[in-house]
């Protein structure tokens, strides 16, 4: 579940910064210079295939204890950026779309068709990057087998939406998607937070405090087939640390405050430009 959602939440990501490009060449009459845009498309998937493959290979190389830390420390990562991406994307998703064409734009006014193959390699190699870390650390609670059909999964449906976009005008509710796949990838931030937590307590650099604050396993087992999907979505453990679950409810509470900020933030512009006088 949680590399489907990341397969095609950053799948789409890609087909709309494409789309939007491509879509921006036709308008104002460029569609010649839409091959440079296909050829940065193409070098972006391929370098991060590459950096896909050194991560695997990264991770075999490591055994015992700096395997654990290899782990966790991938798991801190993959969640500041899941975390840092998704209050970004809430915050500018208006002003996203048309810093792109500006980009573009710019690319055009000094005729650099190169420019419009950087910017395209960039965003497809960003969102790949992205990806191969998100489901590098999902790996971690998960096997090989549900990471490539998830992860399989999003990719193909990201790349049908792409396609369907592009050549017959099919829309997408971006908000709505948007702001579902966001809650599930905060739900599943916060999860990586307290399994990277675990995995510095397995090897001594963070103490635990309380062993065991409670003790759940009887119910839900976390080596059973249940246990390790509810890891994998939500870093669930039967009988978490202390520490594990400070480092959980930290990561909301710092989330919320960082949302509530923002919404109050914007409530407060509006209501001064609304008793501005004009």
Do not use: C
């Not at 036709?26 to 839409?34: C, E």
């Not at 290899?70 to 208006?94: D, V």
């Not at 087939?225 to 939500?234: I, Q, S, W």
Request: hydrophobic letters at 55%.
């Amino acid at each position: 579940m949680a590399s489907f959602v990341i397969a095609l939440r950053e799948g789409i990501e890609a087909a709309l910064i494409v789309g939007i490009i491509l879509g921006y060449l036709r308008k104002v009459g460029a569609p010649y210079l839409q091959k440079p845009v296909y050829y940065g498309v193409g070098l972006g998937i391929l370098a991060s295939v590459a950096v896909a493959g050194v991560f695997v290979i990264l991770a075999l190389e490591f055994e015992g204890t700096t395997e654990q830390l290899f782990e966790g420390t991938t798991m801190f990562i993959a969640a500041a950026m899941l975390t840092s991406m998704i209050l970004w994307m809430h915050k500018n998703s208006k002003e996203y779309s048309a810093g792109l064409r500006e980009k573009v734009e710019g690319a055009l006014t000094k005729g650099q068709s190169y420019g419009l193959a950087v910017l395209a390699f960039v965003s497809v190699f960003r969102e790949g990057v992205e990806t191969v870390l998100f489901l590098g650390s999902a790996s971690f609670s998960s096997t090989g087998f549900q990471i490539l059909v998830g992860g399989g999964l999003g990719l193909a449906l990201a790349l049908l939406f792409g396609i369907a976009m592009m050549k017959y005008s099919v829309k997408l509710n971006l908000r709505t998607f948007f702001n579902v796949t966001g809650i599930l990838l905060i739900v599943f931030a916060a999860g990586l937070v307290a399994h990277g937590i675990h995995e510095f307590e397995e090897v001594g650099v963070i103490p635990p405090i309380v062993e065991h604050v409670w003790d759940v396993n009887w119910v839900v087992d976390d080596h059973s087939d249940l246990g390790r999907l509810l890891t994998a979505l939500f870093g669930y453990n039967g009988n978490p640390s202390l520490t594990e679950v400070l480092g959980y409810l930290s990561y909301w509470l710092l989330v919320i405050w960082w949302i509530y900020r923002d919404v109050t933030v914007n409530l407060f512009k509006k209501a001064v430009a609304a008793v501005r006088p004009s």
